[in-house]
């Protein structure tokens, strides 16, 4: 069951975006972030998308591309670079995942935006 009280339940939520925020760059799993907070990887993952709408491991996602945009437009790292950067297997998941949450490659992101 979901923790009943919507305090305890964003406080929960907080807890996962800060550790999130703290370590996005790292190999994250579910059980990292639900060892993090002492709850179980299945508790965690249904509270979060409770009150996010979101899994965890999307709001993962979302966060490292949110950096990524950042990282296209304000440095001169190349793509590969930033996909290791932000813990994807490689360049190719990188990109892919890029695109579906943007709309476009990254390529084609940094073209436009700088």
């Known amino acids: 069951t979901l923790l009943k009280n919507t305090t305890q339940r964003n406080l929960l939520v907080i807890k996962v975006m ?12 579910l059980n990292d972030v639900a060892d993090h907070i002492f709850v179980s990887p299945g508790h965690l993952n249904k509270t979060f998308k409770h009150e996010r709408g979101e899994t ?3 709001y993962l996602e ?6 990524a945009k950042k990282l296209l437009v304000y440095t ?11 813990s994807f297997c490689d360049q190719f998941h990188f990109s892919k995942t890029f695109k579906k949450r943007v709309g476009v490659s990254p ?6 935006h700088t």
């Open 18 to 29: 800060n550790f999130i925020k703290r370590n996005y760059f790292k190999k994250i799993h």
């Open 56 to 58: 965890v491991m999307q």
């Open 62 to 67: 979302n966060y490292r591309v949110s950096v």
């Open 76 to 86: 001169h790292d190349s793509i590969d670079e930033i996909a290791a950067h932000l």
């Open 107 to 112: 390529t084609q992101y940094k073209k436009h």
